[in-house]
């Protein structure tokens, strides 16, 4: 257990509709970082937040996927009319600025979409 | 495409022998390189890391070495267990910004397989 806590574990929703996902970081960690993850591949970086301001989205976060750090503690994620193509694990981990840049990681949502 | 890869998808070794895993990159801006280790229904877990100055780390039964003129990075495990059986992914970390850990590049992944 890295200290990284991610809920739900597991979701299951259908076509269209919305879900949200929580990330619980480290409590002393100022950046948080959501990865997407599908079966046999490595983790692909969504965005990272340091405190509460949204430094980094790569091109992978449709407009349909949103992320909010709104105190600078824990996030949300959010995919909007979901689609087949979001099934995945959505990974969360945490670093602390200044330290030795090791990013710990939650151990994930599964997002089944049907 | 992706800027880190790795050579084989499956490698099988037997218990108490070394393993070697290894990885290519693209991105010669990379600073930053780390090993993780995934275990089925788990997120990664850090092993070692190694910065670009560097051409060798050691670790408890573990070493990277670094290669930057060929880029490319690898991963020795010393007298494997059957706890050592996982995904092995490398990532690395251009620093776009500066000043810490930026989002990670991750490889596909190596599943090691100890045969007892």
């Known amino acids: 257990d890295t200290g990284v806590s991610q809920n739900p574990r597991h979701k299951i929703t259908k076509r269209g509709q919305n879900v949200t996902f929580r990330c619980d970081p480290i409590s002393e960690h100022n950046r948080l970082y959501w990865y997407r993850q599908t079966l046999g591949q490595g983790p692909e970086f969504l965005t990272y937040f340091q405190n509460e301001a949204q430094l980094e989205k790569s091109r992978l976060l449709s407009d349909r996927f949103s992320a909010e750090r709104p105190k600078g503690s824990f996030s949300t994620l959010e995919i909007q009319r979901t689609e087949q193509g979001d099934s995945a694990m959505y990974l969360c981990a945490s670093s602390l600025l200044g330290g030795n840049y090791e990013q710990y990681f939650g151990p994930g949502t599964r997002l089944t979409v049907t | 495409g992706e800027s880190v890869g790795l050579h084989l998808p499956t490698l099988s070794v037997q218990e108490g022998d070394n393993s070697i895993i290894n990885c290519a990159y693209s991105?010669?801006?990379?600073?930053?390189f780390i090993w993780y280790k995934q275990e089925s229904g788990k997120g990664p877990q850090f092993i070692i890391d190694?910065?670009?100055?560097?051409d060798k780390r050691q670790g408890q039964r573990v070493t990277v070495l670094l290669n930057k003129t060929v880029k490319h990075l690898s991963l020795q495990i010393a007298a494997t267990q059957p706890g050592d059986s996982a995904v092995y992914f490398c990532?690395?970390?251009?620093?776009?910004?500066?000043?810490?850990?930026?989002?990670?590049?991750f490889g596909k992944g190596t599943h090691l397989i100890i045969q007892p």
């Open positions: 190694i910065r670009s100055n560097m």
């Open positions: 991105n010669s801006a990379s600073d930053y």
């Open positions: 990532a690395e970390n251009p620093f776009r910004s500066g000043g810490g850990a930026d989002g990670l590049t």
